[in-house]
């Protein structure tokens, strides 16, 4: 894949932390650089490429990226943990590697501050984490992936495993409460106190699969799935089977001919809908990681590398020298604002980009799943 090593090289030599090129809610806003989940999906994926490849630019990069943000103190440049927006903890992940590899002293405190919001994160009558602050008594499936697997390795690392079960039982409730049992797909978002405008009263399930936030999910189980201990073997056990209950429930709706996924799931032939980039991503990339890991039998790595070939053919392009990921949906979820309500038509005016991390990360973390397989 050398059109994709030449994709990732153009966009690491013109970005910095200043100046992120992948991040283009930052560039459409015109604000300055922050904490946040897009550049921590972006600085891990370099990160897995490093482990790969022990290219020392990679680690160099991803290096120099978080370190402008980490004070000596541990404290973190435009992020308050206080604000209890699980988003904001999804960067902390790599401060574990980071810490490994560099011996920074500053990451280690680093990782204490991102805890420390998880300490005090408000929760749902079931003790669930609110997706954010301003969301009372929300939960996204979208939060599963921002917080779970950092939780797990803290409480693992640091914490003498204390707290694991405490993730866990948030997945059982999500597994309980967020899934449809006619298709086995996951709705957005549930509302605990159905108060929200966008649920529905009974349930306080939103109204459609979203397909990032279910991809986002499958991460959460197998990126959490992969750091749990061997004292917790039933509890991974039941995780993995939720996991693969998730990829078979999702397979009927791949796509025959590129291998990818609607931006709505179920909806494939309703237009606007549309093949996505980023959500395909990160289940071409959950597929064949585990299969690595042994989650899922080896039959099933043919519908992930599938799904990255499919991205590749339709969306990956060169123009006038300069590469380009196509078809990433910028952003969605469900808010306070009528404008955000989550309806079939909702996902599809959210702006379609290129080039963003939502959609690169999680490419690179599939590439990265290939070369481990050679």
């Known amino acids: 894949m050398e059109i994709l090593d030449r ?27 922050s904490w946040n989940y897009i550049d921590g999906c972006m600085i891990k994926a370099v990160l897995e490429l490093y482990h790969i490849r022990k290219d020392s630019g990679y680690l160099e990069f991803a290096d120099r990226f978080i370190d402008y943000f980490v004070q000596e103190d541990g404290s973190i440049t435009s992020y308050d943990p206080l604000e209890y927006n699980l988003d904001n903890v999804n960067a ?4 574990f590697d980071l810490y490994q590899l560099t011996g920074k002293e500053k990451y280690r405190k680093a990782i204490d501050t991102v805890y420390s919001q998880l300490k005090g994160q408000p929760r749902t009558s079931t003790g669930n984490f609110w997706h954010k602050q301003i969301y009372p008594n929300q939960v996204w499936l979208d939060g599963l992936y921002m917080a779970q697997p ?16 405490d993730s866990y039982s948030q997945f059982l409730n999500v597994y309980r409460l967020m899934r449809d049992l006619r298709n086995g797909l996951y709705y957005h978002a549930y509302d605990d106190s ?17 397909l990032r936030a279910l ?8 990126d959490t799935v992969e750091i749990m201990p061997d004292s917790m073997t ?28 609607y931006q709505v799931v179920n909806r494939g032939r309703i237009s606007p809908n549309y093949l996505e980039t980023s959500g395909s991503a990160i289940f071409a990339y959950a597929i064949m990681k585990s299969v690595r890991l042994g989650l899922l039998d080896s039959s099933y790595f043919a519908c992930g590398k599938k799904a990255f070939d499919g991205i590749c053919s339709r ?9 380009q990921l196509d078809g990433i949906c910028l952003v969605a979820g469900l808010g306070n604002k009528e404008m955000r309500e989550g309806t079939f038509d909702y996902y599809m005016r959210e702006p379609i980009v290129q080039n963003d991390a939502k959609g690169v990360a999680p490419l690179i973390l599939a590439y990265a799943e290939l ?3 050679r």
């Not at 950092?150 to 079960?165: A, I, R, S, V, W």
């Not at 159905?194 to 979203?210: A, H, M, Q």
């Not at 991809?215 to 197998?222: N, P, R």
């Not at 969306?315 to 590469?323: N, V």
Request: glycine content about 8%.
């Open 7 to 33: 994709y990732i090289d153009q966009l690491l030599e013109k970005s910095s932390p200043q100046a992120p090129v992948w991040n283009i809610e930052k560039i459409k806003q015109g604000k300055k650089p």
């Open 92 to 95: 902390g992940k790599t401060l």
């Open 150 to 165: 950092f939780y797990m390795q803290y409480e693992l690392t640091y914490n003498n495993g204390k707290n694991c079960h």
């Open 194 to 210: 159905r108060e929200s405008f966008w649920c529905d009263k009974v349930t306080g399930l939103s109204d459609n699969f979203w």
């Open 215 to 222: 991809g986002w999910y499958a991460m959460a189980l197998i």
């Open 234 to 261: 039933e509890e991974k056990s039941k995780l993995s089977g939720i996991y693969r209950e998730l990829i078979d429930s999702m397979l009927p709706y791949q796509d025959g001919d590129t291998g990818m996924w």
């Open 315 to 323: 969306y990956l392009s060169e123009k006038d020298g300069e590469l």
């Open 371 to 373: 070369l481990y397989s």
